[in-house]
């Protein structure tokens, strides 16, 4: 008669296929659906259906959650150079994809506001950016400025927009909405919010407002 072998001992975290990624998959649905105060070990553990204590083998404690959380963002939007037909074309896209995903992630834009978040993962996309930058002849340090730049400039102008909550409005359509008769002793202030649904080509186009500053930037870029 065959003997049976003994399988080793898994934790209930092991045997459910815990990983780094799908515990902050989960943490990010949770934020994105409570918000940040509902994040907890406890929570997340309900969500993935495991000990709270076997996350511990995988994110180091809260700090690194938040961490995690943040880099899951920039990961998402990772500066796409590589298929770029040049290096300001890619600047374009990532500034255009960080909002992007910065604004499907509003109760997250905090975090990433008050965090820099320098996770190991975050350190090797801004290594592979400035890296393809350096191969378009920019230095290193000039490169690392423009991605901090843009990005600055993003996460500040998404944060103007996370502060109205659930508001889509851009600054611009908040503008357009203030009542003629708080308008009629600021003349130019009124010309300019006549002129913004123009500019816009509608409410579900880009804001031309964001798109103005980003081609303002690149070109001062490009003039260095």
Same mark, same amino acid.
């Given at each position: 008669?065959?003997?049976?072998?003994?399988?080793? =001992?898994?934790?209930?975290?092991?045997?459910?296929?815990?990983?780094?990624?799908?515990?902050?998959?989960?943490? !990010?649905?949770?934020?994105?659906?409570?918000?940040?105060?509902? #994040?907890?070990?406890?929570?997340?553990?309900?969500?993935?259906?495991?000990?709270?204590?076997?996350?511990?083998?995988?994110?180091?404690? =809260?700090?690194?959650?938040?961490?995690?959380?943040?880099?899951?963002?920039?990961?998402?939007?990772?500066?796409? #150079?590589?298929?770029?037909?040049?290096?300001?074309?890619?600047?374009?896209?990532?500034?255009? %994809?960080?909002?992007?995903?910065?604004?499907?992630?509003?109760?997250?834009?905090? !975090?990433?506001?008050?965090?820099?978040?320098?996770?190991?993962?975050?350190?090797?996309?801004?290594?592979?950016?400035?890296?393809?930058?350096?191969?378009?002849?920019?230095?290193?340090?000039?490169?690392?400025?423009?991605?901090?730049?843009? %990005?600055?400039?993003?996460?500040?102008?998404?944060?103007? !927009?996370?502060?109205?909550?659930?508001?889509?409005?851009?600054?611009? *359509?908040?503008?357009?909405?203030?009542? *003629?008769?708080?308008?009629?002793? %600021?003349? !130019?202030?009124?010309?300019?919010?006549?002129?913004?649904?123009?500019?816009?080509?509608?409410?579900?186009?880009?804001?031309?407002?964001?798109?103005?500053?980003?081609?303002?930037?690149?070109?001062?870029?490009?003039?260095?």
């Amino acid at each position: 008669m065959r003997k049976a072998t003994m399988s080793p =001992k898994r934790t209930r975290g092991q045997n459910a296929g815990l990983t780094r990624q799908a515990i902050l998959q989960a943490a !990010l649905e949770l934020a994105d659906r409570e918000g940040l105060k509902a #994040l907890s070990m406890r929570r997340i553990g309900q969500e993935l259906g495991v000990e709270a204590m076997s996350l511990y083998q995988h994110v180091g404690g =809260k700090e690194a959650l938040l961490d995690g959380l943040v880099e899951q963002l920039f990961t998402q939007a990772a500066p796409p #150079l590589a298929e770029a037909s040049s290096w300001e074309e890619g600047l374009r896209e990532y500034a255009h %994809t960080l909002m992007r995903v910065l604004l499907a992630h509003r109760d997250v834009v905090p !975090l990433v506001v008050g965090r820099p978040a320098i996770t190991p993962r975050n350190l090797r996309l801004m290594e592979e950016a400035l890296r393809i930058l350096r191969a378009a002849g920019l230095p290193p340090e000039r490169a690392l400025d423009m991605l901090y730049a843009v %990005t600055g400039f993003v996460v500040g102008h998404v944060a103007i !927009l996370a502060a109205g909550g659930r508001d889509r409005h851009t600054p611009a *359509d908040r503008l357009q909405a203030i009542p *003629d008769p708080d308008l009629r002793e %600021t003349p !130019l202030l009124a010309e300019a919010a006549r002129a913004q649904p123009a500019r816009a080509g509608g409410r579900d186009a880009p804001d031309p407002r964001f798109g103005f500053a980003l081609e303002a930037m690149l070109r001062g870029f490009a003039s260095l």
